[in-house]
């Protein structure tokens, strides 16, 4: 006697297809693929060139953020081989509904530098290394907010940015970032204000010299 046939339910899928969920980090990700071998095949070339252009597209914002976490050249290589490894064998892991793809990849790149940083620095102590378990975690704290911080600066409005690299960087007081800038004295204060209330995410901050201070 046969068995009665059973329809999917509503969002599953047909038998002998394949389902990658929502859009992932890869153009061709997310579709539904036969999993014949010929289809299967071309559907992986498609997803390697798309992790190729993503790969040209944020590698060098990857090592950049790695290195300044791990502060080491080779290190950082090895962070950004991670970075793409994950995102080619786990691209469902990235919900476009969540977040934009290169704020995703800055968390993911952080998370993975911060935790070599960390296996990195808890070998040396093992070995008898200077520093105590306090130092370790003092020093993977400051490059985490270090990194944090730069993504943030580089993600900013250009107006916000540039008023912040002048005043927070090259220690200019809010009247010689106006004159710098050409603005205002008010439009220099306001955006040193909202650039300063962005870099403060990442991490306690102090404000530059006259921030603030008396007109």
Do not use: K
């Amino acid at each position: 006697m046969r068995s009665p046939t059973t329809t999917p339910a509503p969002g599953t899928d047909q038998p002998g297809t394949r389902r990658n969920r929502g859009e992932g980090p890869h153009a061709d990700f997310g579709r539904t693929a036969p999993l014949g071998p010929q289809d299967a095949a071309a559907a992986r070339a498609r997803e390697a060139a798309a992790l190729g252009e993503l790969y040209d597209r944020f590698a060098s914002l990857v090592h950049g953020l790695a290195h300044r976490v791990v502060g080491d050249e080779h290190a950082a290589d090895a962070v950004t081989r991670d970075v793409f490894a994950h995102v080619w064998a786990h691209p469902d892991s990235y919900d476009p509904r969540q977040e934009p793809l290169r704020t995703w990849l800055a968390t993911l790149t952080s998370r993975l530098a911060v935790r070599r940083l960390r296996t990195t620095e808890t070998a040396a102590l093992a070995r008898g290394g200077p520093g105590t378990p306090e130092d370790l975690e003092r020093t993977v704290r400051h490059a985490s907010v270090a990194a944090r911080a730069d993504y943030i600066v580089q993600s900013m409005p250009a107006p916000l940015r540039a008023a912040l690299e002048l005043a927070y960087f090259q220690r200019r007081d809010y009247r010689q970032t106006a004159l710098d800038l050409g603005v205002t004295d008010d439009e220099a204060r306001r955006r040193l204000r909202l650039g300063l209330q962005l870099l403060a995410t990442a991490g306690d901050t102090e404000p530059p010299p006259g921030f603030g201070g008396a007109a």
